[in-house]
């Protein structure tokens, strides 16, 4: 018998999320005649950054969020974009500020992270938020990471005690991914680029969650039975790009897209091995939405004086 296996379906679990979201906005608005609002900055023209914040809006609407989309040129200046932030922080309505990132290069990002009301990042980026998380206090958590939580819980996988391996240190997934593991009681271990014999330490993992924007990077022979493997990546692979297996795999999208997006986790390989896995695309992509709505709603409640 060939065992595969489960497949942790991101749409599913975010569905469920925001349906829980849109039941408690209904509350607040009954209640307290507010409804929450998410205004996200967006500088330049990026067409992926476009599609993200296209998203976070459609989101925005299906909970019953007030959202604006507020378009910046991409050659605006840090002080422009404070100046904008500021007004937004003591706007009533607004109850989540979020920029998206990347900024360009002449915008100091550090800045403007760092000028948006603790209360209203809604993407835990600012040091106030990361800084609560390492303190173990209640705050405004990155959405990937806590998306990751949210999935690994809502399936009943036990985290406390479980050697946990992440794979990349970035400062919006790896590093908050691990602060979250350790509150649960997870052995944490991050790997990184530097990581000397990764497979030593993947092979290890009982949970394996990889955020290392590399295609394929988690092979077959890096991961033991039975693992639970979370796949952050979203890889863009053109035709030209694509080796034979991936070409027949998904044969439907480079006919009518030209292009199909894989993870960091060679899926052909690993899921026959895992116990769990998340597929790309439908795996933690549509969690980071579902779980910015939940902080945009967290920051309402919090900026009301709402119990938790
Ligand atoms: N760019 C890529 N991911 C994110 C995210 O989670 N938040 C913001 N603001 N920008 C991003």
Redesign the pocket.
């Known amino acids: 018998m060939i065992k595969i296996a489960e497949l942790i379906s991101g749409p599913e679990i975010a569905k469920d999320i925001k349906a829980e979201v849109a039941e408690e906005v209904s509350e607040i608005v009954r209640l307290k005649g507010v409804r929450p609002g998410l205004t ?1 900055i967006l500088v330049g023209d990026d067409p992926a ?1 476009k599609v ?1 914040v296209r998203n976070k809006q459609l989101g925005c609407e299906q909970v019953g969020f007030k959202s604006e989309a507020i378009r910046m040129d991409e050659n605006v200046s840090t002080e422009d974009l404070l100046k904008k932030i500021d007004h937004l922080n003591y706007d009533i309505n607004v109850h989540g500020i ?5 900024l360009p290069p002449q915008v100091d990002k550090n800045r403007v992270l760092e000028s948006i009301f603790p209360e209203k990042d809604v ?1 835990g ?1 600012h040091p106030m938020s990361m800084g609560k998380l390492v303190a173990q206090q209640d705050c405004l958590v ?3 990471p806590s998306g990751i939580i949210e999935m690994l819980k809502r399936k009943d996988i036990k985290i406390q005690g479980k050697e946990a391996v992440i794979v990349g240190r970035s400062v ?1 997934v790896g590093r908050p991914m691990a602060l979250l593991l350790i509150n649960e009681s997870a052995t944490v271990t991050v790997c990184h680029t530097k990581t000397r014999d990764m497979g030593a330490h993947t092979r290890n993992a009982e949970i394996l969650i990889v955020s290392a924007g590399r295609p394929n990077l988690i092979g077959g022979d890096m991961v033991s039975e039975g693992t639970v493997v979370i796949d952050v990546g979203i890889n863009r692979i053109s035709k030209d790009q694509a080796d034979p297996e991936i070409l027949k795999w998904r044969k439907d999208d480079f006919e009518t897209k030209g292009a199909t997006l894989i993870g960091d986790v060679n899926f052909l390989e690993v899921e026959p091995k895992a116990s769990y896995i998340t597929p790309v695309p439908g795996g933690v992509g549509p969690m ?1 939405i579902a779980m ?1 709505l939940k902080n945009t709603l967290k920051a309402t409640k919090m900026q009301l004086g709402l119990k938790l």
């Open positions: 996200v950054s993200y979020l920029v998206q990132l990347p993407d980026f990155p959405a990937t919006i980071t910015l």
